[in-house]
């Protein structure tokens, strides 16, 4: 028997069918079902795609038993420890860290890129001032397509990588004037002296005539060690491969939408609580439970098969084994714990919290560890962004995996629209 394929047998008919085996660079082989239709006359069936690849790809891979994430073969730990965001988005979308000369070029045309246009400003001007800045965020990058509508027909490599960093590069702003609207505060122009990631807290607390606060102490500036966190912050969110956001920007594109009402897609999806919305809950729930001393009846409620009750922040499709996302934001917690004077109550029940589930056997036998959304929040706190923005942040991150993912859909010749089947259970 061939070694590259597998036999499927059907034992109401006897017959057997041969299918390929592709083996992975890493990570476990894939069986080649797409003529098993045409064989069988059968679909499969796989409800959450648990069992299903549903592309090639060559930008990230996970091995959610070891607990292992790697951007295009670089571990994460080495990327959220020596390298910036920027070299991430550049190694993601050219697959290869930048040179010198090259970081400084992509820095440079994302600060200029950065800029929006004065109707997009009007648009956002519009909403409610209790918009949720996720809905803001999502209705912009749709209305981009209004904007830049000529990149729905790239032609070229040049003119692909242009849509890539304009989005990029406009998010950030987009997602900063989206909170100073739910605010009810001016909006503050990018400056484009500032690098990427300070450039974003500017727009967040600036006031304006681009004044940072003044203290007794003299001016409230943006700190280092602040940069570097929020940095950090984007590095882990920048792509996680075939996730519920990222397969939805697939699927978009998939039709020929525009690129970037695709990326409004993924936002839309990364909304929800199951997904990037969790980093919002956690926080709410941390301060729902309100004291250690009430952390035990909350994990008592979560493991209550009679109550919808979730530890938010828990869990996770893919890593049966600690999120190294997870590992490396715990790590930056503990570093900045004392210099940015983090929230210690909101802190203490999360650290209760962590100590018993890790332990208890029903988190344990479910393989539920803390995911990147649990320690996320407590750093965004102390980072002084609200709540509503911490999925936002998570945007601004993911972006340039979304973009990247996008581009390489569109790049291979054997991309198809996206048409699952089903099992007809009606009349
Ligand atoms: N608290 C309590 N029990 C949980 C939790 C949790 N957070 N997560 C899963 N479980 C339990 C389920 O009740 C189920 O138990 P059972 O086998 O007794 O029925 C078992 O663990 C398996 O759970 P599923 O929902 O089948 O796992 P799935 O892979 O479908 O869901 C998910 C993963 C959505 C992340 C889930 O763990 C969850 O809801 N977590 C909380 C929300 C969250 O933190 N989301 C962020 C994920 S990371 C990200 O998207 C960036």
């Known amino acids: ?42 679909f499969t069936f796989d409800v959450g795609y648990t069992s299903t690849a549903s592309c090639k790809s060559a930008i990230t891979f996970i091995d959610g038993e070891k607990g292992e994430l790697r951007y295009r073969g670089i571990a994460i730990e080495e990327l959220a420890e020596n390298h910036s ?14 040179t010198e000369k090259q970081l400084l070029s992509f820095d440079l045309e994302l600060r200029h890129r950065s800029f929006i246009d004065e109707n997009l400003k009007t648009l956002i001007g519009a909403f409610p001032d209790t918009a949720h800045p996720m809905s803001i965020l999502s209705s912009s990058v749709t209305a981009l397509a209004s904007f830049y509508y000529e990149h729905l027909d790239i032609k070229n490599d040049e003119e692909c990588f242009e849509m890539a960093t304009r989005i990029i590069a406009k998010i950030p702003t987009l997602a900063a004037f989206a909170y100073r609207k739910s605010l ?53 969110h920048a792509d996680h491969e075939q996730n519920a956001s990222t397969t939805t ?27 990037g919305g969790a980093n919002e809950s956690v926080i709410a729930q941390l301060e729902m439970i309100g004291d250690v001393s009430n952390v035990d009846a909350f994990i008592e409620r979560a493991k209550d098969p009679h109550d919808d009750f979730r530890l938010m922040g828990f869990g996770h499709r893919v890593y049966k084994n600690f ?42 036998s479910r393989n539920l560890y803390p995911n990147i959304d649990f ?53």
């Open 85 to 98: 965001y920027l070299e991430t988005c550049f190694l993601l979308l050219y697959g290869l860290l930048p």
């Open 184 to 236: 009810g505060v001016p909006f503050i122009y990018p400056d484009i002296d500032k690098s990427f990631t300070e450039n974003f807290l500017y727009m967040l607390r600036a006031y304006p005539g681009g004044k940072m606060k003044r203290t007794v102490d003299g001016n409230d500036e943006i700190r280092a060690i602040e940069i570097k966190a929020l940095d950090t912050i984007f590095t882990l």
């Open 323 to 364: 999120d190294p996302r997870a590992k490396a934001l715990k790590k930056l917690q503990d570093e900045l714990k004392d210099e940015l004077k983090l929230d210690s109550k909101l802190m203490q029940i999360a650290e209760r919290i962590e100590e018993i589930a890790l332990k208890d056997d029903y988190f344990v």
């Open 375 to 427: 320690y996320s929040g407590v750093i965004l706190t102390a980072l002084r962004i609200e709540r509503p923005m911490f999925t936002a942040i998570f945007v601004i991150g993911r972006t340039v995996g979304w973009i990247t993912q996008l581009m390489e859909f569109r790049a291979d010749p054997a991309s198809k629209i996206t048409r699952p089947r089903q099992l007809y259970v009606g009349k």
């Open 1 to 42: 028997m061939k070694k590259d394929t597998c036999t499927f047998i059907n034992n109401r008919n006897n017959k057997s069918y041969e299918f390929k085996i592709l083996d992975a660079n890493r990570g476990p082989s894939v069986i080649d079902i797409s003529s098993f239709y045409k064989k069988t006359g059968m």
């Open 249 to 275: 920007v697939r699927t978009v594109a998939s039709t020929g939408a525009h690129p970037y009402v695709a990326i409004s897609a993924g936002i839309s999806a990364l909304w929800g609580r199951a997904h």
